[in-house]
């Protein structure tokens, strides 16, 4: 069966009747139980009766009973003239089979048979070792035998005394045709009633399952429609708590993500092409002025410089788009070592000190804290990299930069600060977003990008850190990353 509704199905039905099962072979079981301890129960209580009723009387002459219905006894001729009549009274239902036998010293299988009932006729209850075995160890033993007659019986063996202390067996039966017969019965009626309870068990199972697996029919339905093209379907949410609803939840969840991913990657692919596109033009249209006549050694140089300067360009773009590339893969290879943050800054601040002083920039350092971290002095040096080229390139002449580095609890927060033109409110939030640019300051005269914070997050990420950003329109902006720092 491939269709898991069906498995379940299946085993619904096969553990439910299989419990049933069970449940029927213990009640049988117990019933059975119940009926033998209360026939039991029947015979001892009658046991008792005779037994004290045999209390009352002596043999005169105990050692010479000899004949089975010559005793002679003091008083009323109760073994021989009223067994049968006082049992009716106390078997009133049950037809009672009981003889009363001397007690052998020894094993004896067929000891003196003093009385039995009428009910008997020329029959007379079994004595084995077992049962003398057993009443010497305890006052009575029961057992169910099957040679007496052709139905069975249920067979109590008890220790009575008469008046001198003398002991007997008196042993009592009663036949087990009723309780036989009632437990076919209870039988019959767990073998008719089975059938009718799997045909029930299976239509509420197919139906119970069919129920319980129209959610995921719907969202099989559903998810077969959603498609990279359209990812704007969602699954119908689920009033319930349990797997499916949360099954339901999380695909929604998922094609949220892939919706994001997919939107992200046509923007990037749409913004590559653009960003590509502009220096591959340039790259055409010099060669091709360079071309429509002769010039001179000095002009060619030009031209040719112009293409270089292109070139560096889009290499600029293919290895910055190449790094974000390993970074969304994870399939960058990272140093991770300690790495003294304070001084890695300065020694990126000394290589970029020199555009700062071409653009007449102020700069101010703040506190500067001597602080280890573990990381990869690569990426590390990149990231201070960028953030730096970014406030030189986006502060106008005469502005100020300002660092500062410094420990908030368990955290390295690097701080760098201009007096830039600023980022709208509305932009804040794709300032990080690959070929991102405000219009008004990202143009392609700064020569940017747009990969540059991109960059800086990815690695801020791949250090477990965070990097937030603050800005004013015309005030300036201040970008701060924290990293977990080494003691």
């Given at each position: 069966m491939q269709s898991v509704r069906s498995q379940l199905t299946c085993w619904y039905i096969g553990s439910i009747s299989l419990l049933v099962l069970i449940f029927s072979g213990i009640a049988f079981v117990s019933f059975h139980r119940v009926l033998i301890r209360n026939l039991d129960l029947t015979l001892y209580n009658g046991g008792q009766i005779l037994g004290d009723a045999l209390s009352e009387f002596t043999l005169k002459n105990a050692d010479d009973v000899t004949s089975l219905y010559e005793p002679s006894f003091e008083g009323d001729e109760f073994l021989v003239d009223e067994l049968d009549g006082e049992v009716k009274e106390?078997?009133?239902?049950?037809?009672?089979?009981?003889?009363?036998?001397?007690?052998?010293?020894?094993?004896?299988?067929?000891?003196?048979?003093?009385?039995?009932?009428?009910?008997?006729?020329?029959?007379?209850?079994p004595f084995g070792d077992e049962t003398y075995q057993a009443l010497g160890e305890k006052t009575y033993h029961t057992e169910t035998v099957t040679d007496v007659f052709p139905f069975p019986l249920r067979v109590l063996s008890v220790t009575v005394y008469n008046a001198d202390s003398r002991p007997y067996i008196l042993q009592l039966?009663?036949?087990?045709?009723?309780?036989?017969?009632?437990?076919?019965?209870?039988?019959?009626?767990?073998?008719?009633?089975?059938?009718?309870?799997?045909?029930i068990l299976s239509v509420l199972g197919a139906v119970f399952m069919k129920r319980a697996f129209w959610p995921v029919k719907k969202i099989v339905m559903l998810t077969r429609k959603i498609t990279a093209e359209d990812l704007s379907l969602r699954l119908e949410q689920i009033a319930s708590r349990d797997e499916i609803g949360e099954l339901a939840e999380t695909l929604n969840e998922m094609i949220s993500r892939l919706e994001h991913s997919f939107n992200q990657i046509q923007q990037f692919s749409g913004d590559v092409a653009h960003e590509l596109k502009t220096p591959l033009a340039e790259l055409k249209c010099n060669a091709e002025v360079a071309l429509r006549r002769d010039r001179t050694s000095e002009e060619y140089q030009e031209a040719l410089?112009?293409?270089?300067?292109d070139v560096e360009r889009l290499r600029h773009i293919i290895e910055d788009l190449l790094l974000l590339a390993k970074m969304d893969a994870r399939s960058l290879p990272l140093n991770v070592t300690p790495v003294v943050l304070n001084e890695l800054f300065l020694e990126v601040f000394e290589q970029m000190h020199s555009l700062a002083q071409k653009k007449k920039l102020a700069v101010s350092f703040g506190e500067i804290d001597p602080v280890t971290i573990i990381g990869d002095v690569g990426l590390l040096r990149r990231l201070i990299t960028n953030l730096l080229s970014n406030a030189i390139r986006y502060t106008p002449s005469g502005g100020t930069l300002t660092f500062a580095l410094h420990t908030e609890d368990d955290h390295a927060v690097l701080t760098v600060a201009d007096t830039g033109v600023g980022i709208p409110d509305d932009a804040l939030p794709y300032i990080f977003d690959r070929f991102y640019r405000v219009e008004q300051s990202r143009s392609h005269e700064t020569g940017g990008s747009g990969l540059g914070l991109a960059i800086a997050q990815k690695i801020v990420e791949v250090h477990d850190g965070k990097i937030d950003i603050l800005s004013e329109i015309g005030k300036g902006t201040t970008f701060q990353v924290f990293f977990k720092h080494q003691v």
């Open positions: 106390i078997f009133f239902v049950n037809v009672a089979y009981i003889q009363l036998l001397v007690f052998p010293e020894t094993f004896d299988p067929a000891p003196l048979l003093v009385a039995k009932t009428e009910t008997l006729q020329e029959h007379r209850l039966a009663l036949s087990l045709q009723e309780v036989n017969a009632t437990l076919r019965e209870l039988f019959t009626i767990f073998g008719l009633l089975f059938p009718a309870l799997l045909i410089q112009d293409v270089i300067e």
